[in-house]
């Protein structure tokens, strides 16, 4: 049943594609992937995905054409047992859109980026094979990211959800083989490990919610199940939905199970821009969201949604501010925008939430570009260096081309490492200049008009904690983001290599122009007074227009300039030097080293979870299973006792008091015996036979005697 | 000839011709040994799929049944009855499945005493078939014991240095809970005046107190075939002595003899006992689920690691079970299947690789996938489908049974299904970390040392591919279109469900 | 006493001499031939006692066929005297002594002890001996089919084991 | 009208005759044509009882016939393996006597 018939008119047949065309991209790559060039399995790659852009462009016109009514698609029979019934069926509504095209959309751009970055990834690394492997895993990215926003039901967006955290492991733990400096070791593949466990954490929690559901309303499709839902006791919707938040905190990444995000900046920065910070990381805000009417039936559980968002965005801001690896940085502003999100959808702003959503997938995918182009500027830097000395030391070395790997590890994420990149890298300055203005909320930018409804949202819903919260996020935000770049492109260069950076080429940069002209112009969806966002999402979810208050505005941009000014008083006005400690480490002390060791948390959860774990394990596995299970109950008492029965209870005991007598004489009896039935064994057949025939003959005798 | 040309005779008792063949070919002639054990269960897959084609779905009732009198002496009533329903035609299909590809695996793994190894293996074949067919209660336990002998010795003369051991404690501990099972059967049968379990169960007269205690008799074998914690501890040996065709049948099939004797005996036979029994049963199954996680995390050895999982995965098939509704028995079929399908895929591929390094110690590896992109990426497939991804068919079967344990009327908790949950939690722990040290991180001292010895790891060749790839179709076919499955299951189970007097 | 007592006294009489004759001759020749003729003397028993395929079948197959296999044998190999020793003389009269008990025994329990099971008589001279043929058949093709396929697997795997052990190729054993 | 006795009498006579026979000749192909014997003893008392309940029933019974068919079929297959195997043994031992083939006297 490809294609039902029943499907209203307009381009809603394409829907399937979606997923088909990165689905074929990464089969194409795969099957004849290994005679093109690279070039052309970019090329692949982008097409697949620019193909679902295309797709998701005309499902959005054709659902505006239709007046926004949602659509269902469906496309096969999934599980049909009993009353479970599941279907592989998208939906098309105007949330659905949304995030499809948000997701191809910088899906694609980031694809392009990535020929370039790939290119230069896998010559630093010696590992040229790799660069098809990457376009695979980025494809099927794509793929598993639109099942879970086009999916219509709870499991199909599981199933997406799933998916995204397998690609995400796959591609944290692309270059598996070293850390992220290049060395041999297991940190990258650990951090792979760790992102997917953390996300299979969360998962529980969905699965959990999924059970409840479908025993509660029959039904894991969303009209469905939001159609029973008004029919049962909020105690049900309420352990729902927050076994559904701990989804969202393991994919979005909120407290208490946002370890992972930081570790996948291990992974290529491609890959951290597209999955850790645009799409797969907002896929729980989206959950919120699609469950709207779920969690507008239960403040009780939308006020722990929103604490828990606002909680994190301050946390995790506090912790940006003490990290010096460009993409940590980025890594906990991360953290700390979805907690706007997640606090936004929490109190029931979900247009703010998505509006913050779609800006943030522009500005932070252009800044964590921004920072592989910084990146890659240094290694070029670092590589044109090595050269240098490689050709000075003299042409006997030839054959140890990596030499300068062990002479000294470099690393060109380090922030203390570069200074004065403006200069040598013009472009991308002003690309990052643009995300972070973007992202410290000022005004025009995109960010500034996202976050702001958030926060006006707070007011007017009155989480007036939440409102705080954020609001002093958000001057960390700016405070953290100016840092960053006072540290990174003023002042003088502290490392040769950030001397001798050298800028990226085209095909990163341009789609970084792309991004950055919507990081500019991203505000326009959603304008006060126009609400386009709005408008088109009423269709699917109950919302109502934010209202622009000039207070909240002015207090908030206030904030942000506040915030850049005094790290231009700490960072800006005296840069820093090679080898100088960071400013803020002696006026703050140990808050400095908390933020600086993201307060410990990491270490807190090998104490009390990972550790134990092990142990507890290792205690089962050793102890509990093999030693006292296997060796000690089977092979010692079980064996043992049968081996003692047979051969020390029936041969001595039993033997010594009774029947030993009668057995002594059966003994000396049966020894002479059989010394007179040698001679009747004498090995002749025949004599065998004799005796048979004697039996024979007696047993008849007995017979007639009888 | 009628009752040789009957489908399901034929199903069974096909490889005795390829074992008949065998004995006709020169024990130095290795190939042509294993071209003809492999044409055997070729042949037996097509009768099966031949079988299947005849197979009605929407029928709950026996159907292809063979059925004669065998023994009928002194009011025994012993019948040769052979039947085949919605709950045995997809084990009936795996079993004729996996054995060619088990055979297929053996090509360079078995050299010494090739004829008598495929003699065993045929031998078996015939067992199993028998087990999942068998219809009356005598000839049950006569296949039942049967497929112990063949294995005995494919653990006894082609494992590993313990063999002996392995082999012998496999055997006992399964004639230990077979005995009990035999003296049930014996009851049943002279109780009943008949040992057809389609009479026996529509004569439901066993009184509740009696039931009781043959229902803990059958489980005993059952369980401990499973195996049920904690009656575990001989699978671990079995699995990391035997050979690999052995280690891929005994989990791909005979521990399903073990789920699928608690699916066609216990739970309609004895339907007031399972009932009351299912509370017990799904503690012992989630205890199983966590215990197997947690241990098979901290093992070093990467086939006792897949030997402890199952003991996890079974865990869930039993939660499905007992969980007595329609989607967890459903789904635990089906995960009979899958783990079928995966950890025998998972032990193949071990055994590729140990065929290779000659040894299963996880620390020595580590980067493999640098080195043989096909087999880590097939590898990947497999670990992933074992601990349950969406899209792949572990996740049909584990979702399905979770979801049926946590609204179970019979289990009358759902603690025990969210105990289970976490156990999916643990799956990812323990895979992942199997796939991390044997495939990820920086290359391990084994590359080198195989490169001393020759040209170093290789990848997949054209036959381990052709091994393998058949099972990924199908892992990928259930996780994205179980639908087909579902349909072959469906009626059945829900005839099953309808049977058992749920409160 | 019928006349067909007395044939069958007869016949009765011949069979054990010839039985005998086979027991006692020194050569394996004279031996084979009185088996031969003590086959023939059992085959009119069957036909007797209404059994004419039987009768024929043991004509062909054991007079024929298998006697003229022993022929052979005994004449390829030359066998056909042995010296005349013992190694376990007292074995020999043991077993004469414990057959001739055996005799007695089976006689006394037949004829003293034993009630008269019932009376055997001789098929009708106008008995459709080609119906009662074609029942058997069907008996035999029916209900006995599974043990006629296999003592046909049985002959088979009998002509091949004699093969095998025939042959002079001992390569693969 | 021959007492079915009279038949078994004579089958138990021929019987013992062959047993004689095998436990009193060397002759290992005397010894084998005296198995023969004992068959054919065996297979007379299964005609024959085949006939008397045949006479008792009236109606055509024919498993004690087709019994000895197979015996027949049993036996023939017997003296090909055999005497093969005495053959192989003389070629090997240039003897038939069995009592020198006492390999296995233990």
């Known amino acids: 049943m490809l294609f039902s018939e029943a499907t209203p008119s307009g381009f809603f047949f394409l829907a399937p594609w979606l997923v088909f065309a990165p689905v074929i991209g990464l089969l194409i790559n795969i099957i004849f992937g290994g005679r093109f060039s690279e070039k052309v399995i970019g090329t692949v790659a982008s097409l697949a995905s620019g193909a679902s852009f295309i797709v998701s462009v005309l499902l959005a016109w054709s659902l505006a054409a239709g007046g926004g009514h949602a659509v269902s698609v469906p496309f096969a029979e999934w599980m049909h047992i009993g009353s479970l019934e599941l279907d592989w069926t998208f939906r098309v509504d105007s949330l659905s859109t949304t995030m499809m095209l948000v997701v191809s959309g910088v899906g694609t751009l980031i694809h392009i980026y990535a020929i370039g970055y790939m290119h230069e990834d896998v010559r630093f690394k010696n590992d040229l094979g790799?660069?098809?492997r990457f376009f695979v895993f980025l494809n099927l990215f794509i793929a598993a990211m639109m099942i879970l926003v086009s999916g219509d039901s709870y499991l199909m967006l599981f199933v997406g959800w799933e998916g995204v955290g397998l690609c995400s492991f796959l591609l944290i733990g692309f270059w598996y083989e070293m850390d992220t400096l290049g060395r041999p070791s297991w940190a990258n593949s650990n951090a792979g490990n760790k992102a997917f466990i953390t996300n299979r954490v969360g998962d529980f929690g969905f699965l959990i919610a999924g059970f409840i559901m479908f025993w509660a309303f029959g039904s894991f499709q969303f009209d469905e199940v939001f159609e029973a839902a008004r029919t049962v006791a909020p105690g049900i919707i309420v352990a729902i939905t927050l076994f559904m938040l701990i989804g969202v905190a393991g994919k979005s990444a909120q407290i208490p199970l946002y370890v992972w995000l930081p570790d996948a900046m291990a992974g290529?920065?491609?890959?951290?821009?597209?999955?850790?910070?645009?799409?797969?990381?907002?896929?729980?805000?989206?959950?919120?969201?699609?469950?709207?009417?779920?969690?507008?039936?239960?403040?009780?559980?939308?006020?722990?949604?929103?604490?828990?968002?606002?909680?994190?965005?301050?946390?995790?801001?506090?912790?940006?501010?003490?990290?010096?690896?460009?993409?940590?940085?980025?890594?906990?502003?991360?953290?700390?925008?979805?907690?706007?999100?997640?606090?936004?959808?929490?109190?029931?702003?979900?247009?703010?939430?998505?509006?913050?959503?779609?800006?943030?997938?522009?500005?932070?995918?252009?800044?964590?570009?921004?920072?592989?182009?910084?990146?890659?500027?240094?290694?070029?830097?670092?590589?044109?260096?090595?050269?240098?000395?490689?050709?000075?030391?003299g042409k006997g070395r030839k054959g140890k081309k990596d030499s300068h790997h062990e002479d000294e590890v470099f690393?060109?994420?380090?922030?203390?490492?570069?200074?004065?990149?403006?200069?040598?890298?013009?472009?991308?300055?002003?690309?990052?200049?643009?995300?972070?203005?973007?992202?410290?909320?000022?005004?025009?930018?995109?960010?500034?008009?996202?976050?702001?409804?958030?926060?006006?949202?707070?007011?007017?819903?009155?989480?007036?904690?939440?409102?705080?919260?954020?609001?002093?996020?958000?001057?960390?935000?700016?405070?953290?983001?100016?840092?960053?770049?006072?540290?990174?492109?003023?002042?003088?260069?502290?490392?040769?290599?950030?001397?001798?950076?050298?800028?990226?080429?085209?095909?990163?940069?341009?789609?970084?122009?792309?991004?950055?002209?919507?990081?500019v112009v991203g505000g326009a969806l959603n304008l006060p007074g126009m609400h386009t966002l709005t408008l088109w999402l009423e269709h699917t979810i109950e919302v109502h227009a934010g209202e622009f208050v000039m207070s909240v505005a002015v207090i908030s941009t206030l904030l942000a300039l506040a915030a850049i000014l005094l790290s231009w008083f700490i960072y800006g006005r005296d840069p820093l030097k090679a080898g100088q400690p960071d400013p803020l480490k002696k006026p703050l002390g140990f808050l400095f080293?908390?933020?600086?060791?993201?307060?410990?948390?990491?270490?807190?959860?090998?104490?009390?979870?990972?550790?134990?774990?092990?142990?507890?394990?290792?205690?089962?596995?050793?102890?509990?299973?093999?030693?006292?299970?296997?060796?000690?109950?089977?092979?010692?008492?079980?064996?043992?006792?049968?081996?003692?029965?047979?051969?020390?209870?029936?041969?001595?005991?039993?033997?010594?008091?009774?029947?030993?007598?009668?057995?002594?004489?059966?003994?000396?009896?049966?020894?002479?015996?059989?010394?007179?039935?040698?001679?009747?064994?004498?090995?002749?057949?025949?004599?065998?036979?004799?005796?048979?025939?004697?039996?024979?003959?007696?047993i008849v005798g007995y017979l007639i005697l009888k | 000839m009628e009752f040789l040309l009957q489908p399901l005779t034929l199903l069974t008792f096909f490889p005795l011709v390829g074992v008949l063949v065998l004995l006709f070919i020169p024990s130095d002639n290795k190939n042509a040994l294993r071209w003809t054990a492999l044409g055997a269960s070729l042949v037996t897959f097509g009768i099966s799929l031949w079988v299947l084609a005849q197979f009605n779905a929407s029928n709950v009732d026996l159907q292809l049944v063979a059925r004669y009198d065998w023994i009928t002496v002194a009011g025994w009533n012993i019948q040769y009855f052979l039947g085949l329903d919605g709950l045995s035609i997809l084990l009936v299909l795996l079993t004729a499945f996996l054995a060619p590809i088990s055979i297929l695996s053996t090509w360079t793994a078995v050299e010494e005493r090739v004829k008598d190894f495929m003699l065993?293996?045929?031998?078996?074949?015939?067992?199993?078939?028998?087990?999942?067919?068998?219809?009356?209660?005598?000839?049950?336990?006569?296949?039942?014991?049967?497929?112990?002998?063949?294995?005995?010795?494919?653990?006894?003369?082609?494992?590993?240095?313990?063999?002996?051991y392995a082999a012998v404690k496999f055997f006992l501990y399964t004639m230990a809970g077979s005995i009990l099972m035999l003296l049930a059967i014996l009851w049943l049968g002279i109780y009943g005046q008949t040992f057809s379990v389609p009479d026996l169960i529509a004569q439901a007269n066993v009184p509740a107190?009696?039931?009781?205690?043959?229902?803990?008799?059958?489980?005993?074998?059952?369980a401990i075939k499973v195996p049920m914690w904690p009656l575990h501890s001989w699978l671990p040996d079995a699995h990391v002595e035997a050979p690999t065709a052995g280690s891929v049948i005994l989990a791909g099939v005979l521990l399903k003899m073990g789920t699928y004797g608690f699916v066609r005996f216990n739970l309609p036979l004895f339907p007031e006992a399972s009932v009351r029994a299912a509370p017990w049963i799904a503690l012992l199954a989630t205890i199983g689920i966590l215990y197997g996680a947690m241990v098979s995390y901290a093992q070093k050895d990467v086939k006792k690691l897949v030997a402890y999982s199952s003991v996890s995965h079974l865990g869930f098939v039993m939660l499905g079970l007992f969980a007595m509704n329609e989607q967890g028995v459903a789904g635990a079929i089906l995960q009979m299947i899958n783990h079928g399908l995966s950890t025998g895929a998972l032990f193949l591929l071990v055994g590729m690789i140990y065929e290779q390094t000659h040894t299963r110690e996880m620390k020595v590896y580590g980067g493999l996938w640098k080195i043989t992109p096909v087999f880590g990426s097939i590898m990947l497939i497999v670990s992933l489908s074992s601990m349950g991804l969406p899209g792949l068919n572990g996740f049909v079967g584990e979702f399905t049974i979770l979801l049926g344990a946590f609204g179970s009327k019979s289990i009358g908790t759902n603690v025990y299904a969210i105990l289970s949950a976490l156990g999916v939690i643990m799956a990812a722990v323990y895979i992942l970390y199997m796939f991390q040290k044997m495939f990820l991180g920086p290359q391990g001292e084994i590359v080198d040392e195989v490169k001393k010895h020759g040209h170093g790891i290789r990848d997949l060749n054209l036959r381990e591919l052709v091994t393998i790839v058949p099972i990924l179709i199908f892992i990928f076919w259930i996780g994205l279109y179980p639908k087909p499955f579902f349909d072959l299951m469906a009626p059945a189970v829900a005839h099953l469900v309808g049977m058992l007097p749920i409160p | 006493m019928s006349l067909?007592?007395?044939?069958?006294?007869?016949?009765?009489?011949?069979?054990?001499?010839?039985?005998?004759?086979?027991?006692?001759?020194?050569?394996?020749?004279?031996?084979?031939?009185?088996?031969?003729?003590?086959?023939?003397?059992?085959?009119?028993?069957?036909?007797?006692?209404?059994?004419?395929?039987?009768?024929?079948?043991?004509?062909?197959?054991?007079?024929?066929?298998?006697?003229?296999?022993?022929?052979?044998?005994?004449?390829?190999?030359?066998?056909?005297?042995?010296?005349?020793?013992?190694?376990?003389?007292?074995?020999?009269?043991?077993?004469?002594?414990?057959?001739?008990?055996?005799?007695?025994?089976?006689?006394?329990?037949?004829?003293?002890?034993?009630?008269?099971?019932?009376?055997?008589?001789?098929?009708?001279?106008s008995a459709n001996m080609v119906d009662s043929l074609r029942e058997m058949g069907m008996t035999l093709f029916n209900e006995y089919l599974l043990p006629f396929e296999v003592t046909s697997v049985l002959l088979l795997v009998a002509m091949v084991g004699a093969i095998v052990l025939i042959r002079k190729d001992k390569k693969v054993g | 009208m021959i007492p079915i006795n009279y038949y078994i009498i004579l089958s138990a006579v021929l019987f013992t005759i062959g047993t004689l026979g095998v436990l009193t000749r060397r002759n290992a192909l005397i010894i084998f044509m005296s198995v023969e014997l004992m068959l054919n003893a065996a297979n007379l008392a299964f005609v024959a009882f085949a006939r008397a309940r045949e006479i008792a029933t009236g109606q055509p019974l024919f498993d004690g016939q087709i019994f000895v068919f197979f015996v027949i079929a049993v036996a023939a297959a017997e003296v090909a393996v055999g005497l093969a195997l005495i053959v192989e043994i003389f070629k090997s031992k240039r003897s038939i006597d069995v009592d020198q083939m006492s390999s296995m006297k233990g």
């Open chain 2, 120 to 164: 065993f293996f045929l031998l078996l074949e015939v067992g199993m078939m028998g087990v999942f067919l068998a219809q009356d209660l005598f000839l049950f336990y006569i296949f039942w014991e049967f497929t112990l002998v063949p294995m005995y010795f494919l653990i006894g003369i082609w494992g590993g240095p313990r063999r002996i």
């Open chain 1, 411 to 519: 690393d060109p994420g380090d922030m203390r490492n570069m200074g004065g990149l403006r200069k040598t890298m013009p472009v991308t300055f002003w690309l990052y200049m643009i995300g972070t203005l973007a992202l410290a909320g000022i005004f025009p930018f995109a960010g500034f008009w996202s976050k702001d409804e958030i926060l006006a949202d707070a007011l007017k819903e009155g989480f007036t904690g939440v409102y705080w919260l954020l609001s002093i996020a958000a001057f960390f935000t700016a405070f953290y983001m100016g840092r960053q770049i006072w540290m990174v492109f003023f002042g003088e260069a502290r490392h040769e290599a950030a001397a001798h950076a050298e800028e990226s080429p085209r095909v990163m940069t341009v789609p970084l122009m792309v991004l950055a002209f919507l990081s």
């Open chain 2, 209 to 222: 107190n009696i039931q009781w205690w043959l229902f803990l008799a059958f489980a005993a074998a059952f």
């Open chain 1, 268 to 393: 290529p920065t491609p890959v951290s821009a597209l999955i850790h910070a645009a799409t797969m990381v907002t896929a729980g805000v989206y959950l919120v969201t699609r469950s709207a009417e779920l969690y507008m039936l239960v403040p009780q559980a939308q006020y722990i949604v929103a604490m828990t968002g606002a909680v994190t965005a301050l946390f995790a801001a506090t912790i940006a501010v003490g990290q010096y690896d460009i993409k940590k940085v980025l890594a906990y502003s991360t953290i700390s925008q979805l907690g706007f999100m997640v606090a936004a959808v929490g109190m029931g702003a979900f247009v703010a939430g998505m509006f913050h959503l779609v800006t943030h997938a522009f500005f932070k995918a252009l800044l964590f570009l921004s920072a592989g182009s910084v990146i890659l500027g240094l290694e070029r830097g670092h590589h044109h260096l090595a050269h240098a000395q490689h050709d000075d030391h």
């Open chain 3, 4 to 125: 067909e007592l007395i044939f069958f006294l007869v016949l009765a009489l011949a069979s054990v001499v010839t039985a005998f004759g086979m027991l006692l001759s020194r050569n394996a020749i004279y031996s084979a031939l009185y088996l031969v003729m003590n086959f023939i003397t059992v085959a009119i028993f069957y036909l007797m006692l209404g059994a004419p395929f039987i009768a024929m079948a043991q004509i062909t197959v054991y007079a024929g066929a298998i006697m003229v296999l022993f022929l052979f044998v005994i004449m390829l190999l030359g066998a056909e005297r042995l010296p005349d020793t013992q190694v376990l003389p007292y074995q020999k009269w043991l077993a004469r002594v414990l057959a001739f008990i055996l005799v007695v025994e089976t006689g006394y329990m037949l004829l003293v002890r034993g009630k008269p099971q019932g009376e055997i008589i001789p098929p009708e001279a």
């Open chain 1, 593 to 698: 080293t908390g933020m600086e060791n993201k307060w410990f948390v990491d270490e807190g959860y090998f104490a009390i979870v990972i550790g134990p774990f092990k142990r507890i394990s290792q205690f089962l596995a050793d102890v509990i299973d093999w030693r006292f299970w296997h060796d000690f109950v089977h092979d010692t008492v079980i064996a043992g006792a049968y081996n003692w029965f047979s051969n020390i209870a029936l041969n001595r005991y039993a033997d010594q008091q009774g029947i030993d007598a009668f057995a002594n004489w059966l003994g000396s009896a049966t020894k002479s015996l059989s010394a007179t039935m040698r001679r009747v064994q004498n090995g002749f057949v025949r004599s065998y036979a004799l005796s048979v025939l004697l039996g024979v003959v007696l």
């Open chain 1, 130 to 132: 790799r660069f098809r």
